[in-house]
């Protein structure tokens, strides 16, 4: 049954404004056909499907919406204005999927992890547009998992969702551990850390990145403290020409995970 809302004070759009504020905790909110149908292929419980009439009257979409019926609790279908008052971008997209928050657990990362894993640390970035960015860069070069501290911003916020392109739904993560408890963690795993420091001698193709290994990357603005670095195992730097100072931290990791995808198919083909 498709319920149709007229009213922006309707009980279901409340809880789709509260969920894209991030004030529930257990719950994502998903806008966009192509992420909502990764988000119905990852298989997460669908607590809501809300979608415009516009939307609904174009074949193609038509059909997805059809397809994702089988998966939601709930189906709504708003007018584009009502849509557009629960959208998070300027432009609304026409569909809006409510899900259940995926497993982000230290369990659920380690039972992902192959016999060489190349983890992702993401500690105390803040911006979700870099988040994303990572994180689809990271499963473009084959990293088995990645970590979002506690002071790091939600991959799964709308934001950093749209910039990772699906890769969030398809690379096991975890979730607010303290930057401790990672550092203890890769050491129990036998994984070792090496993180992004502008001030290393070595150079971040110098370092083998063959092993099982932990790239941490710190904040946009500050990099990684002294403290943070010396807890690390290594510390590597990407050369740059003068005056540049320094790269987006979204730019960095590409260079450093290329730089580990190439040695590890270079190895793989021996």
């Not at 689809?136 to 002071?151: H, K, L, S």
């Not at 020409?241 to 793989?268: C, I, K, M, T």
Request: hydrophobic fraction near 45%.
């Amino acid at each position: 049954m498709i319920d149709r809302i007229t009213s922006k004070d309707n009980s279901l759009l409340r809880e789709a404004r509260a969920v894209r504020d991030g004030k529930v905790e257990e719950m994502i909110f998903v806008e966009g056909l192509r992420l909502c149908e990764e988000a119905v292929n990852s298989q997460l419980p669908i607590h809501a499907l809300i979608f415009s009439d516009e939307l609904a009257k174009k074949p193609k979409p038509a059909e997805l919406i059809e397809k994702f019926f089988a998966s939601s609790e709930r189906v709504a279908i708003v007018s584009e204005k009502l849509l557009a008052s629960i959208s998070y971008s300027k432009t609304p997209q026409g569909i809006v999927i409510l899900a259940s928050r995926p497993d982000m657990t230290e369990e659920h990362l380690a039972r992902r992890q192959s016999e060489s894993p190349l983890i992702v640390v993401m500690h105390r970035i803040t911006n979700p547009v870099n988040v994303g960015a990572i994180l689809r860069t990271a499963e473009a070069t084959g990293v088995t998992g990645a970590i979002a501290t506690e002071n790091a911003t939600d991959p799964f916020s709308p934001k950093a969702l749209r910039g990772a392109m699906g890769a969030a739904f398809r690379l096991p993560m975890w979730f607010r551990p303290s930057y401790a408890k990672v550092i203890e963690w890769c050491m129990q795993h036998s994984v070792k850390t090496v993180c992004a420091d502008l001030d290393a001698n070595a150079l971040y193709t110098d370092m083998d990145w063959t092993t099982p290994r932990a790239l941490i990357l710190g904040p946009e603005t500050s990099g990684l403290t002294p403290a943070e670095i010396e807890a690390a195992g290594a510390a590597v730097r990407i050369p740059m020409r003068e005056p540049v100072e320094s790269l987006n931290v979204s730019v960095a990791a590409g260079v450093l995970l290329y730089e580990a995808a190439r040695q590890r198919d270079h190895r793989a083909t021996k």
